[in-house]
């Protein structure tokens, strides 16, 4: 199985913030890894697809990086509406699939 | 745009099964080569995935599930189901459809970009 490690579990940013949050494979997955944005009692939502590629529809101060083992989701500028728990996944060993344990972002 | 919509028990007691199906509304489950796939998030943690199907019926198991777990597909009605068997308190929780589809300039990334709201499925006697 390979084992997919968000850091940090939480963090606290005010709106304008510049946020990263990083997400660890156990091994490497190329670029397999897609990243979610998820608000309590609704759908998750696709962001990043293939580490780097933005969803259609989402805004644009979302961006992904990374290769193998080490990728990074950042927000250039929080807005209100970004606070929420973001999860990676990776989609390398399919069918198989495994998501990070999420990173919940609240308000400062 | 295809919207899903899970529907099933929201109260299950222990040892029995749960079942659980996602209605796939506005595209036909059979197009194209989307996955669909069923996913779970007990209260207070992350998401689990726990297997998908195609249209053509094959399906895939998270390995830690697997010997409790069947995902079947109805293409007449649109639809796909899950059943997990033998269940305990440990699976009460919010359980999502979701659709795999294909991205990229050749097809390479799958990514699930359409989801269900979720239903909450607690297991208690």
């Known amino acids: 199985d390979i084992q997919m490690t968000q850091s940090p579990s939480s963090l606290s940013a005010s709106v304008g913030d510049r946020v990263t949050i990083t997400c660890r494979a156990s091994q490497g997955i190329s670029n397999h890894l897609n990243w979610y944005q998820h608000k309590a009692g609704k759908a998750p939502k696709l962001l990043i697809y293939g580490a780097s590629n933005l969803q259609s529809g989402v805004p644009s101060r979302f961006s992904g990086s990374g290769s193998e083992t080490d990728f990074t989701l950042t927000i250039s500028s929080l807005q209100s509406d970004d606070f929420a728990t973001y999860y990676c996944q990776q989609s390398f060993n399919t069918p198989g699939t495994t998501f990070g344990q999420g990173t919940k972002l609240e308000i400062k | 745009q295809a919207q899903l919509q899970e529907s099933g028990p929201g109260l299950v007691k222990p040892s029995q099964t749960l079942s659980l199906t996602c209605s796939v509304s506005?595209?036909?489950?059979?197009?194209?080569?989307?996955?669909w796939n069923w996913v779970r998030q007990p209260v207070g943690k992350g998401l689990e995935w726990i297997g998908r199907i195609y249209a053509s019926g094959s399906a895939a198991y998270n390995p830690s599930l697997r010997s409790r777990v069947t995902i079947s597909i109805d293409t007449s009605k649109n639809q796909f189901s899950l059943k997990l068997t033998s269940v305990t308190a440990a699976d009460t929780a919010v359980y999502y459809c979701a659709r795999a589809n294909w991205f990229g300039k050749l097809l390479t990334f799958d990514a699930f970009d359409i989801w269900g709201q979720g239903t909450l499925v607690s297991v208690s006697s």
């Open positions: 506005g595209g036909s489950i059979s197009s194209g080569n989307n996955h």
